[in-house]
């Protein structure tokens, strides 16, 4: 898949919390709501600000970019654990995801990382597997007392 040109992925700052907060609430109950219960958002659409704060700054945190709006970030763990991943549900489909991917192989690349693996939800289990990661393991988590699938996917590094 291309990426759109007019997507730029850009470092993330401090002033971007509530923008990704948003984003990250946003995509769970708008594109994930398709292959959860209610109750599962209910209980995955959650975001502690004064957790989110400094978690976002104790790891490589990326946003992108559209015509000046943040639309999408990613993260990536110092063990090459890519945490989170989420698209605002205007700019599904437009390559934002893929971008975001990208800068994020490449970071795990320049820190001589060998993988990156990654809990994937039920509705972004088919992306990570287009773009060459592997199945690991099917999981159960618990959130809020309901439980969610999702998928430990790995992908090798060239």
Request: positive net charge; hydrophobic residues 45%; proline residues 5%.
């Amino acid at each position: 898949m291309s990426v759109d040109p007019a997507i730029s992925i850009r470092a993330y700052r401090p002033s971007d919390l509530d923008t990704v907060i948003a984003i990250f609430l946003s995509a769970i109950r708008v594109v994930a709501a398709k292959d959860y219960t209610p109750a599962q958002i209910d209980a995955w659409a959650q975001a502690d600000r004064s957790l989110w704060e400094p978690r976002r700054l104790s790891r490589p945190t990326w946003v992108a970019v559209i015509g000046g709006k943040s639309v999408g970030f990613a993260d990536l763990e110092p063990n090459g654990h890519l945490d989170m991943m989420f698209v605002d549900p205007a700019h599904q489909g437009v390559g934002v995801a893929t971008a975001l991917l990208s800068t994020v192989e490449a970071a795990a690349r320049a820190q001589s990382l060998s993988a990156i693996f990654t809990k994937a939800s039920v509705t972004a289990r088919p992306f990570f597997a287009k773009r060459g990661f592997r199945l690991v393991a099917e999981q159960l988590v618990e959130r809020h007392g309901q439980r969610l699938t999702n998928f430990r996917m790995e992908k090798r590094l060239k």
